[in-house]
Structure formats: C-alpha cells, structure tokens
C-alpha cells in the first residue's frame, strides 16, 4: 500500500524559511521521479517541484524558482523541499507524490495521497 507522511509544515514570517520531508512507503522512490505539490486555499492542488531518477535534475515551477529546492534520500525512502524567502502567496498545504513523465509535462504516479503539511506565511 502506497503511503506519504508529509512533515515540517508551520507558521512562518514573510522571508523566513521551512524544509520539508516527505517520507514514502510501500514503493522505492529510487525508480520514480519525484515531486512536491501545493494546494491554496480556493485553488486547485499545483506541482511546484520535480526531481528525477536518473540524474537528480530539477524543475520548478516560475512561481518558486530560486527560492524553493527539492532533494532526495534514496537510502531513507525520503523526499525534501527546502523553502526559503517564503512569501504570503506560498500559503498551502503542501504534499509529495511520484511522478511519470507525461509528454513535456509530469502526472502523478500514484491517486493516493497524504495529508499533507500546512504550511502558513504571515505578512
């Protein structure tokens, strides 16, 4: 059974900074490109992160480029997500989930997901 426990999510000043842990179980992340995605208030859930299995490359999306940065622990079935210079606009409830390539796009690996992490930025 395919699980995602998200972790590190809190309240946090304008310009402050968080990291995230996603640990997976009941598959090997090593095989999969990996993701974060974010869901705002109001707002349908956005993919904000891609680390492949290859080469540990990465993608972001424009709204958080250079200031967000996906890791991942292949040993500890973990994937992180270092954030910092948080704004306003990244309150969310952040979760994880393996992707498969899809085109030039991404799409989840798996229709389960955790409960993700709330992660709150105060102006």
């Known amino acids: 059974q395919v699980q995602f426990v998200e972790s590190g999510g809190g309240l946090v000043q304008f310009g402050g900074s968080l990291r995230l842990a996603c640990a997976a179980s009941?598959?090997?992340?090593?095989?999969?490109?990996m993701s974060w995605h974010r869901q705002a208030p109001g707002k349908e859930r956005e993919l904000v992160a891609v680390i492949t299995s290859t080469d540990g490359s990465t993608n972001y999306a424009d709204s958080v480029k250079g200031r967000f940065t996906i890791s991942r622990d292949n040993a500890k079935n973990t994937v992180y997500l270092q954030m910092i210079s948080l704004k306003p606009e990244d309150t969310a409830v952040y979760y994880c989930n393996a992707e498969i390539p899809y085109g030039k796009t991404w799409v989840a690996a798996w229709d389960s997901w955790g409960p993700g992490t709330k992660v709150t930025v105060s102006s």
């Open positions: 009941g598959f090997k992340i090593s095989a999969y490109a």
